[in-house]
């Protein structure tokens, strides 16, 4: 199986980042937790806003193994007594959702391209730090890119189920956006935030 960043997302994880998550642990566990959370709400939201396209047999298991995640990072939180609390949410969705198209069907083209980017540079964020941590923290992270390659991959395919077209040209100015995005300075510090 190929890596999903390896085919839609245009640039690696700067290593400025990596240098940052690995002296963030806190952070970055807590704002993970939160990610998982927001990815099964976000396959939720899609299997309510279009049920004519049927969407709860391929979404609803991703929904499900979300949360699962979301309770392993949070039983691991709770072991490294790191407190569970809001975050701030940093620029990355909002920025990519900010020019997803407003009239259908391009808005769920581009909501489905939206997910299978974040779960792209989600993986692949995984696979960078998975070298760098404890043992039984890398291993859980090795795990879990594996995860959100075939979640990358199940939005793509049914990107082109639904639609019967490539979407790598629809694609291309939501991943330029996204390497932008990682690329520049940012204000805060998240899973998914920038240099």
Not at 53 to 58: A, D, G, Q, T, V
Not at 64 to 73: D, G, P, S, T
Not at 122 to 129: P, T
Request: charge should be positive.
């Amino acid at each position: 199986m190929s890596n999903p960043w390896e085919e839609i997302l245009l640039s690696k994880t700067p290593r400025s980042w990596i240098d940052r998550a690995l002296g963030s642990l806190d952070v970055l566990l807590l704002d993970h937790a939160h990610c998982e959370k927001k990815a099964a709400t976000t396959a939720i939201s899609l299997i309510h806003r279009y049920p004519e396209r049927n969407l709860s047999p391929y979404l609803s298991p991703l929904a499900r193994e979300e949360l699962l995640h979301f309770e392993r990072v949070s039983s691991l939180l709770k072991k490294r007594k790191i407190p569970y609390r809001n975050l701030k949410s940093g620029r990355y969705a909002s920025s990519l959702h900010q020019i997803v198209a407003i009239t259908e069907p391009n808005r769920l083209k581009d909501s489905l391209l939206v997910c299978a980017l974040i779960e792209a540079r989600s993986c692949e964020r995984f696979n960078c730090l998975a070298g760098y941590l404890e043992k039984s923290l890398g291993s859980f992270y090795s795990k879990l890119c594996e995860a959100e390659s075939r979640h990358c991959d199940l939005y793509l395919n049914l990107y082109q189920d639904l639609f019967r077209e490539d979407w790598s040209a629809r694609l291309k100015p939501f991943s330029e956006l996204e390497s932008d995005l990682i690329n520049t300075p940012d204000s805060l510090f998240r899973f998914h935030s920038g240099i």
